[in-house]
């Protein structure tokens, strides 16, 4: 009787190994962090805010731009591949365990170090990436850096209340304060707000070159001047 509650047991502890590890070791993990070095450009490049450094201006305009963007994903760890698959041939050799008890205490142990080999399966990346963006029809331009004003003595005037409201513009509930596309400069630090794909999308089929898939920005956020050179 006491065997039979003991093999039991151990086929209880398998089950609870099986049912903590992965179905496919090769498969891409669930989660917010994508999988591939794809599927992270492809979440950049949907709609959402992102931020970067402009890096090119085409033919000097602000039509086009490439902004120089961080993607994060994942990659499969391969020392933790090679773990897991250690584990279980050890986990085979335990089940051909004669012994109950032996069987029981190393199906525990192997379950132990496969749970914690399992978080360490795939490692993060982060990447830096050149992602080539076209100005919307309406793009707005923004900026958090004002720049300075002088008294008539030559010192940096600070500005009113009265001042900052009036650069706010007439949405003041939009970040920053307005700026003009002239104000795009190389090396800034921007932030894009990017377009639904279905609206970029309706954009590029009233234009000429419907086939232009770069993302369509409706909002540029200058953070930081270029550093002087």
Known sequence: MR???????????LALAVQALPPDD???PAGKVPATQKEALDKMTGAGEHTGKLIHLA??????MTLQVSIQYQVPNA???????????????????????NRARRLSDIQ???????????????E????EVQAGDDMKVRTMVLAPTFDDKGNIKKP?????????GTDPKQPGYTADPSDLKQDQTVKIFLAKKKDAAKKAAKDEKADDTRPVVTMILILEEAPAK
């Open 128 to 131: 830096h990436k050149n992602v």
């Open 3 to 13: 065997c039979r509650f003991l093999g039991l047991g151990s086929l209880l502890i």
């Open 112 to 126: 132990v170090q496969m749970v914690k080999n399992q978080a360490n399966l795939y490692a993060l990346k982060v």
């Open 79 to 101: 020392g933790a591949m090679q773990n897991m698959q250690s584990l279980r041939q050890q986990q085979a050799e335990a089940l051909r365990d004669t012994n109950p008890t």
């Open 26 to 28: 090769n498969k891409t």
């Open 59 to 64: 033919d000097g305009s602000q039509k086009y």
């Open 160 to 168: 009113t209340a009265k001042e900052l409201k009036e650069r706010k």
